[in-house]
T-cell receptor, first 111, second 115 residues
Framework: DAKTTQPPSMDCAEGRAANLPCNHS???????VYWYRQIHSQGPQYIIH???NNETNEMASLIITEDRKSSTLILPHATLRDTAVYYC????????????FGAGTRLFVKA | EAGVAQSPRYKIIEKRQSVAFWCNPI?????LYWYQQILGQGPKLLIQ????????DSQLPKDRFSAERLKGVDSTLKIQPAKLEDSAVYLC?????????????FGSGTRLTVV
């Protein structure tokens, strides 16, 4: 079973920030938080990952709470192309570990 | 770097027929995964290979599904005989060596429709 809980859907206005929450209360000390997104008819695409510090890249920012039991993915200026299903996953950092997906959050960006 | 290649992109078959999917991972990626994604759900792991050995196939319906990765590079997933409930997108993913920090890279998938 997936170790994360996400809302099934969210709406966001184009140009505004999209804040996608994720609960992972049973996360282990060696597990990282990864975010992927899946646009219709494509495979999931890596967005960002982090352990305990906030992370930022060209796609998004990741805010992890101090107790690491929850996190938020932030898309600073959402566009229509960001409409997708977003998956929050916890897994060990090193390669070779399987990734268990939940149902994710379906984000609708509206004009 | 080239991505994960999958073929065919789409396949329609009748129930009880057989079908095979092919995946070529990113060069040098030792770990290869097959996922099944039913419409409206997240991907479900079917099987995980490390080089040419199976690491985890606990969710693979072995009475009808089989997979191989003979030379530790490309892989095939077969269904025989297919059932209506096998209609789904079959995704292949690969991951790099220990310490790689981008998780998985997925292919675009094969959409299977069983009629």
């Amino acid at each position: 079973d997936a170790k994360t809980t996400q809302p099934p859907s969210m709406d966001c206005a184009e140009g505004r920030a999209a804040n996608l929450p994720c609960n992972h209360s049973t996360i282990s000390g060696n597990e990282y938080v990864y975010w992927y997104r899946q646009i219709h008819s494509q495979g999931p695409q890596y967005i960002i990952h982090g352990l305990k510090n906030n992370e930022t890249n060209e796609m998004a920012s990741l805010i992890i709470t101090e107790d690491r039991k929850s996190s938020t993915l932030i898309l600073p200026h959402a566009t229509l192309r960001d409409t997708a299903v977003y998956y929050c996953i916890v897994r060990p950092y090193t390669g070779g570990f399987k990734t268990i997906f939940g149902a994710g959050t379906r984000l609708f960006v509206k004009a | 770097e080239a991505g994960v290649a999958q073929s065919p992109r789409y396949k329609i078959i009748e129930k009880r027929q057989s079908v095979a999917f092919w995946c070529n991972p990113i060069s040098g990626h030792a770990t290869l995964y097959w996922y099944q994604q039913i419409l409206g759900q997240g991907p479900k792991l079917l099987i995980q290979f490390q080089n040419n050995g199976v690491v985890d196939d606990s969710q693979l319906p072995k009475d009808r599904f089989s997979a191989e990765r003979l030379k530790g590079v490309d892989s095939t997933l077969k269904i025989q005989p297919a059932k209506l409930e096998d209609s789904a997108v079959y995704l292949c993913a690969s991951s790099g060596p220990e310490g790689s920090n981008y998780g998985y890279t997925f292919g675009s998938g094969t959409r299977l429709t069983v009629v």
